[in-house]
C-alpha cells in the first residue's frame, strides 16, 4: 500500500520537481526511514526510481514527437540539461538524439 501511494506522487509529479520530504510524508514516514524502505522493497534510491520514470517518458516523447531534445528534457522533469544528457546516457548507453535517429533510421 505505502508503494503505491509513492508511485502514485511520482506519476503525479514526476514533470516537476520531485520532493524527499513530501513522498515520505505521503506515507507517513520521517525521510531517513523512507529512503531505507523504499530502497529495500525496490533495490533503487527514491531518486534512481524517479529518474528512470522521467527516462521512460523522454524517450516515449523523443520517438513520438518532433520536440527538440532540450525541451523534451525540461518536459521530463529535469531542470538541467546537462543532467538530463548524462543521466539518458547512464541509463540507455546513447545520447537522447542518437536514440530517436535510432527510431527515425528504423521507421
Known sequence: ERMNAVTAYIVDNFREKISLNKAANAVHMTPQAFCKYFKKISRKTFIEVVNDYRIDFAMQELVHTNKPVNQVGFE?????????YKTFKDRRQVSPL??????????
Open 76 to 84: 521530463s522533469g529535469f531542470n538541467d540539461i546537462s543532467n538530463f
Open 98 to 107: 542518437s536514440y530517436r535517429n535510432l527510431f527515425v533510421k528504423q521507421l
